[in-house]
């Protein structure tokens, strides 16, 4: 029987599920299927007891490959940095938390980004491994992001999100667009780009829209209330730099800047300001604002 394995420094354990293959033992599946880690960190993460059979105990490295077999697995990164900005927790309740996330902070591991996570720094610090992001903004974006804190009630608030229930205004910085009334919408077709994790809009119908408005005209960049009616990757940011208008400090819009490092000192100048909805459970109307501000 499955069981669920603890969090380990706010981290989860990833699940999988042995696909057939010809390996005879579970170290050289796990080779075989993540090539980018040697073999020799394979062995000491079966050494730490970081690689867990279904009930969550420990396996060994030569332990027998077994097709439809369950097995559990701590993601590591050898080396992460550490990301300098601290994020703020506006509320905790039992089924929903609300954090203010810093530029530069992932919101869920991915790359070279395990602990360094929004969620896992979460998880760490209320004690709760049920937390669940109900949505996600770019590592490069700062502010609000909901989570589900409790199983029973998540699919209720995630309703709010598929169902368009829920009002978010975002804030950013970018150059004058003197030549456009407001407010403006814009409405495209965003596909997948050049590199992979880039966005660009072509062809078809469309399949986004952002509504712009203008609250700041101070040279040299106009400060600019964004609503996303659609939440496509990057929609705002390529919404922004195809009127002309790129978000001050974006490194891949409208072209890809190298080399991609961080630059602590030029985060890019977009925050998710408020977040507003019916509360689900209880009818209440409810409205998060950041505690972050723009340069």
């Given at each position: 029987m499955s069981s669920t394995p603890p969090a380990i420094a706010g981290v989860r354990a990833s699940h999988l599920q042995l696909p057939p293959g010809p390996w005879p033992t579970v170290l050289d599946g796990l080779c075989a299927r993540f090539p980018a880690i040697s073999r020799d960190c394979w062995r000491e993460r079966f050494a730490r007891g970081r690689v867990l059979d279904a009930g969550g105990a420990p396996l060994a490295p030569d332990a027998p490959y077994r097709v439809g077999a369950e097995i559990h697995y701590y993601r590591e990164v050898r080396d992460e940095p550490r990301i300098p900005f601290e994020e703020t927790v506006l509320h905790v309740g039992a089924h929903l938390v609300v954090a203010d996330k810093p530029h530069f902070l992932p919101v869920v591991p991915a790359g070279g980004f395990v602990e360094e996570t929004l969620l896992a720094r979460l998880i760490r610090r209320l004690g709760n491994p049920d937390l669940v992001p109900l949505h996600r903004i770019?590592?490069?974006?700062?502010?609000?992001?909901?989570?589900?804190?409790?199983?029973?009630?998540?699919?209720?608030?995630?309703?709010?999100?598929?169902?368009?229930?829920?009002?978010?205004?975002?804030?950013?910085?970018?150059?004058?667009?003197?030549?456009?009334?407001f407010p403006h919408v814009r409405r495209s077709r965003l596909r997948r780009g050049e590199p992979f994790f880039r966005m660009r809009e072509g062809d078809g119908d469309d399949n986004s829209e952002s509504r712009?408005?203008?609250?700041?005209?101070?040279?040299?960049?106009?400060?600019?209330?964004?609503?996303?009616?659609?939440?496509?990757?990057?929609?705002?940011?390529?919404?922004m730099a195809a009127l002309g208008a790129p978000i001050l400090n974006d490194p891949l819009y409208p072209v890809l800047r190298e080399p991609l490092l961080d630059d602590f000192a030029r985060?890019?100048?977009?925050?998710?300001?408020?977040?507003?909805?019916?509360?689900?459970?209880?009818?209440?109307?409810?409205?998060?604002?950041?505690?972050?501000?723009?340069?």
């Open positions: 770019d590592r490069a974006t700062a502010g609000l992001v909901l989570f589900s804190a409790d199983p029973a009630t998540r699919t209720r608030y995630q309703a709010l999100f598929r169902e368009r229930a829920i009002r978010k205004g975002y804030e950013a910085l970018a150059r004058p667009l003197p030549q456009l009334r712009i408005d203008v609250i700041g005209r101070d040279e040299p960049h106009w400060r600019y209330a964004l609503e996303p009616v659609t939440g496509r990757k990057h929609q705002l940011r390529v919404h985060p890019l100048q977009l925050l998710a300001r408020s977040l507003t909805f019916t509360d689900p459970l209880d009818g209440r109307m409810r409205r998060f604002e950041s505690g972050f501000t723009l340069a």
